[in-house]
């Protein structure tokens, strides 16, 4: 018996031995290949040998030795079960439940952005980002919730660390939304802009949800699977039939939309579903996206693993010196700024401290939830990755930069790029909008086309060949756009509802969620605030993402520092000292990129970089008068638009300071046992359940 | 062979169980069965949970970036 065990152990440590030698050799092949293109296996190897590891070793050490997870302690779900709420569910399920819930469009649409430094940066980044930070946050944030019955991250600030922390927490959390919303609308309005074929198909998914809606309120409630069914397949239809309306005069005159057309448009979908009964047309939606997310990132993963495509970005390109045409800035900071989600996002820590805690069954559980969850979103980071470098430089150059740098005909576009030895030809850009049923693939920023463009050609050397090449690149758009805006009418509500809340502080009526005009007002409110930000994107003449990204970015690591400080006190509090580096560390390296690039977004001097430096520039033109009359009011709000971005980063570096000051302050007490630390857990209670698993 | 057969019916089976509750489809069954086990108050038709459930899913974050 003792020897079979020997040989178990032995054989063990072979494999794993086997796995990291194979990551090992993986990730030097990536990071020291130069010259020739190189085969994608190698990215797919790296990751996964890396997350194995990571997962075995790293993840298995944190739920052993800092939070020494408890399988015998009672979790919320089996305490308090109620059937709503606090529902113990499967490992499995909740592992899905939590990955639906943390995947956006985040890990996709940030790695292809970044593609513009080549592919090491950010391969790299999210690898070791999402190992040892993002990771790290979801599964200690998930923890601390279980142990505090299913508290959110605004409430564990607010008793952890002090009353001010809940409230930069709250503050951080609808700033973030704000800025969020309006980004990822951006990149489906720069999808979506005069493409009547994309246009028509997510504007038919608006009537499809609706009769979903209707289906499971009123003739089979809750049958989720059968209505998401017959969506799945009214959606994949409107995918084929929007050719036939791009091939019609009439009809395709109708959907071919302007960027600020646009952008009202979508702004007004926002208004409709966050006011709207959550049945009819938020909820089936959500349902229509998840199968849909769910089926694309699989056939992604899929695609990637049969066709093996060469990557033909560099590693690092000419742009690492900060004056990329996607976005401006240096490696350092703004790679990290620009991949959040997919290495590590804030927004996370919401979902973590929000339903799955109430529905674990065991404490053990947390550790292939949370850490396992977020390893896989990091997959889906490097999967996009692959897919934005395996075109051809000079394309994603052309599909991503804006007109005022690249040019706006094809020829302008590829005589810039080839200058900037990627070698492109006006007719290639030309040839490949036609192939994919487009008009034309220029100035398209927002990673979302570029993505499109790369899983349609990834896909369609599975299937179907160059004949099918338009109708994957649809599809990938209609999902893409799906699914960025189930975020944005998801979100849209839960503003709404933050300022309801808020605002039932100062006038109780507002409190009121089923007050009509309450609701229409907060949806009015968050509406406008995001549609503000959407519209100053839609008429920047950078393209938009280059300053709404790194804000977004910005905003979103902020609320990830936020749940590291928190983690950290709880951790001080259970007197882990000689661990809290696991926390510690990422922390920090947060709080200095933050710090960074938000120094740099406020006062570089380079004027792609800086807001204020690019608003003096502007200004200083006016008042020497080198705007043309017609365009002074535009110049005008684009100065007022360029220092309120500069104000609102300057509020989000303000927030992390103080909470920061807030949890040293505390840090102090409890080192120098000036202080008892309270910890706000709620008792141990033995579960009732039969040990398994 | 027949083994084979029970083995591939016993995950199918279990598949399709996950899926219905990661879909939601099963919730009233686990929401009925919950409170068959409380027996607290009269339960909610099938119709009242579902719309209590959006509402309740919906106003928190739940659907990230």
Redesign the interface.
């Given at each position: 018996m003792a020897e079979r065990e020997t040989v178990k152990r032995l054989l063990q440590i072979l494999i794993w031995t086997a796995v990291a030698a194979l990551g090992a050799v993986a990730l030097g092949t990536i990071a020291f290949h130069r010259g020739e293109p190189i085969n994608a296996t190698w990215f797919v190897l790296a990751a996964a040998c890396s997350y194995l590891l990571a997962y075995r070793l790293y993840s298995a050490f944190i739920a052993a030795r800092l939070l020494a997870l408890d399988n015998t302690r009672a979790t919320p779900a089996e305490r308090r079960?109620?059937?709503?709420?606090f529902?113990p569910?499967?490992k499995?399920?909740l592992f899905?439940?939590h990955f639906?819930?943390?995947?956006?469009?985040?890990p996709l649409v940030g790695p292809t952005l970044a593609a513009q430094f080549g592919y090491l940066p950010g391969t790299l980044w999210l690898i070791a980002g999402a190992a040892f930070a993002g990771c790290v946050q979801d599964f200690v944030i998930l923890f601390c919730s279980i142990r505090r019955d299913g508290k959110?991250l605004g409430e564990m600030a607010r008793d952890e660390v002090s009353k001010r922390g809940g409230l930069i927490a709250q503050l951080a959390?609808l700033t973030i939304?704000i800025i969020?919303l309006a980004v990822?609308a951006l990149v489906v309005v720069n999808a979506l802009k005069s493409s009547p074929w994309a246009t028509f198909t997510l504007a038919m998914t608006i009537p499809i949800a609706l009769l979903l809606g209707v289906y499971?309120?009123?003739f089979r409630?809750?049958?989720?699977?059968e209505a998401?069914l017959l969506g799945v397949a009214l959606v994949l239809f409107v995918v084929v039939a929007g050719q036939w309306v791009a091939d019609s005069p009439y009809l395709a005159k109708v959907f071919t939309l302007g960027g600020v057309t646009l952008a009202f448009a979508i702004i007004a979908y926002g208004f409709a579903a966050s006011a709207l009964?959550?049945?009819l047309l938020?909820?089936p939606r959500?349902?229509l996206s998840?199968?849909i997310k769910a089926g694309a990132i699989f056939s992604l993963a899929a695609g990637i693993l049969l066709v093996r495509p060469q990557v033909l970005m560099p590693p690092l390109t000419r742009f690492v010196d900060g004056s990329g045409p996607v976005f401006a800035g240096k490696i350092f900071p703004f790679c990290f700024i620009t991949i959040?989600?997919g290495a590590i996002?804030g927004?996370?820590s919401?979902?973590s401290s929000?339903?799955t805690p109430k529905m674990i069954q065991r404490e053990g559980h947390a550790r292939f939830i949370g850490y396992g969850a977020m390893l896989l979103e990091s997959f889906v980071g490097v999967m996009a990755m692959v897919a934005a470098c395996a075109m051809t430089p000079g394309v994603y150059f052309a599909i991503n930069s804006p007109a005022s740098i690249v040019g706006a005909t094809p020829e302008a576009a590829a005589a810039t790029i080839s200058g900037w030895g990627y070698p492109l030809t006006g007719g290639t850009m030309t040839s490949l909008a036609h192939a994919v049923g487009e008009q034309t693939l220029l100035n398209r920023a927002g990673g979302a086309p570029s993505l499109a463009v790369g899983m349609a050609q990834i896909f369609s050397s599975t299937i179907g060949g160059d004949r099918l090449l338009s109708i994957w690149y649809h599809f990938a758009i209609m999902f893409e756009a799906l699914f960025i805006l189930?975020?944005l009418d998801?979100?849209t509500?839960?503003g709404r509802?933050m300022i309801q809340e808020l605002g039932g502080r100062v006038w109780k009526p507002m409190g009121r969620?089923n007050w009509m005009p309450g609701i229409v007002l907060s949806s009015a409110l968050i509406v406008g605030a995001w549609g503000y930000f959407l519209y100053q994107g839609v008429v920047d003449p950078l393209g938009g993402i280059n300053s709404l990204w790194p804000l977004?970015g910005i905003a979103?690591q902020l609320l990830a520092a936020v749940a590291l400080v928190v983690a950290t006190t709880i951790l001080l509090k259970m007197a882990k000292l000689k661990w809290i580096w696991v926390t510690l560390l990422p922390m920090a390296w947060l709080v200095i990129i933050t710090m960074t690039a938000s120094f740099e977004k406020i006062f570089s001097a380079n004027t792609r970089i800086g807001f204020l430096s690019q608003a003096n520039s502007m200004a200083a033109q006016l008042a020497a008068g080198n705007v043309a009359t017609a365009k002074i009011a535009d110049t005008q709000r684009l100065i007022f638009n360029l220092r309120l971005d500069a104000a609102v980063t300057a509020i989000l570096a303000a927030m992390i300071l103080v909470l920061l000051v807030e949890a040293l302050a505390q840090w102090f007490a409890i080192l120098s046992r000036r202080k008892q630390p309270v910890m706000q857990e709620t008792p141990y209670v033995a579960t009732q359940w039969a040990e398994a698993d | 062979m027949q083994n084979l057969r029970q083995q591939f019916k016993l995950a199918f089976e279990n598949f399709w169980r996950?899926?219905?509750?990661?879909?939601?489809?099963s919730?009233?069954e686990?929401?009925?069965?919950?409170?068959e086990r409380?027996r607290s108050q009269k339960p909610l038709?099938?119709?009242e949970?579902?719309?209590?459930?959006?509402?309740?899913?919906?106003?928190?974050?739940?659907?990230?970036?």
């Open positions: 079960d109620d059937g709503r709420d529902v569910t499967n499995w399920v899905g439940h639906a819930a943390i995947a956006g469009p985040g959110t959390v939304m969020l990822v499971l309120r009123y409630p809750g049958r989720v699977l998401s009964p959550v049945w938020l909820a959500d349902y998840a199968f959040a989600c996002s927004f996370h919401l979902i929000g339903t189930t975020v998801a979100g509500r839960v509802f969620m977004f979103n | 996950g899926l219905r509750q990661w879909s939601g489809d919730a009233y686990t929401y009925l069965a919950c409170a409380q038709s099938a119709t949970f579902y719309v209590d459930q959006l509402n309740r899913k919906y106003s928190r974050p739940n659907r990230c970036c």
